[in-house]
């Protein structure tokens, strides 16, 4: 498989202003994909807020399975808040709201004692189609931010008033290179790499290896597949399944592999989440 690499040239313009705005903030909420807490985790961007509080959120958890519990005991275990959230679900606000007060508190409180009443800034940071943007209009109550199924929607920062907050909108942004490709593959299947210069059969099949290992139930029960085999089998056998042949009963690979790549990103396979939380706990060390 060809490597995954993603770094269009406005990541870099976004880096610049983003370390330009830092000190202005008081903290950073950090969005992760419930999905793919570990793979969405961006270390180079996190050590440019050194010792300001981070709130991970891990957004779409209506997606995940119990594996995002998991990462929420994990990361809390290591020193940082952190919640999960439906950032589509107006539910989700009052639990985000709390935890940015949380962070403030000691801020407010002194604040408060001069007498003083102050808006505590936010920056909303994170991989690119995340929920950023959603999220920050979950807070505001309005669709202040641009929104979009696409990775790389957001392309500039902005200031958006939320209550008690304001929140700096940012564009999502990659590491410069993936180290680890299994994890890059992990971004790929969640839509947070431009499909546009991927190769969709690769990240198919790949999905269909990985899925194979991990949920092989959730293969079976969709695409009535008899056994777990070579990712082409089980690709062939959801071309059987969902009737994609060709004129002369080929199989429509290209229709089967778009099809379990979009089951997978909208939840028709299920609650699934792709990472263990004991195995990445490093990533979250001296966040």
């Known amino acids: 498989m060809e490597r ?5 040239g406005h990541m870099t313009k976004a880096m610049r202003e983003m370390e330009a705005k830092k000190d202005l903030c008081d903290g950073v909420v950090c969005v992760l994909d419930a999905r793919a807490p570990a793979a969405t ?13 981070v709130l991970y959120v891990l957004n779409k958890g209506d997606l995940a399975d119990a594996e995002a519990d998991a990462f929420v005991r994990m990361i809390e275990g290591k020193g940082h808040p952190c919640l999960q959230c439906n950032a589509v679900n107006g ?19 002194r604040a408060q ?61 990659m590491p410069p290179s993936f180290d680890d490709q299994h994890l890059a ?16 059969d690769e990240i198919a099949l790949a999905l269909l290896e ?11 029960e969709r695409y009535a597949l008899r056994e777990i085999g070579t990712p082409l089998a089980m690709l062939e056998g959801v071309c059987r399944r969902m009737g ?20 997978f990103r909208k939840g028709k396979l299920g609650k699934i989440t792709l990472e263990k939380a004991n195995d990445y706990e490093e990533l979250f060390e001296n966040n």
């Open 4 to 8: 995954i690499q993603w770094f269009p």
């Open 113 to 173: 004692a001069k007498g003083m009443h102050r808006t505590f800034r936010f920056m909303v940071i994170g991989i690119p189609n995340t929920g950023k943007s959603t999220l920050i209009n979950l807070l505001s109550g309005e669709k202040k931010a641009k929104t979009g199924d696409k990775a790389g929607v957001t392309r500039e920062t902005r200031w958006i008033r939320c209550g008690d907050f304001d929140l700096l909108d940012t564009p999502g942004t």
């Open 91 to 109: 539910n989700s606000k009052r639990a985000l709201v709390l935890k940015m007060q949380s962070i403030t508190r000691e801020k407010r409180e």
């Open 210 to 220: 990985e899925l194979g290992k991990i949920y092989p139930e959730r293969l079976q």
């Open 41 to 53: 985790v961006n270390r180079n961007l996190l050590k440019m807020f050194g010792t300001k509080p």
């Open 185 to 200: 593959l992990h971004l790929a299947f969640i839509g947070s790499i431009n499909d546009d210069i991927l190769h969709t």
């Open 244 to 263: 994609f042949l060709m004129r002369g009963g080929d199989f429509d690979y290209e229709r089967g592999e778009k099809a379990v790549i979009d089951d």
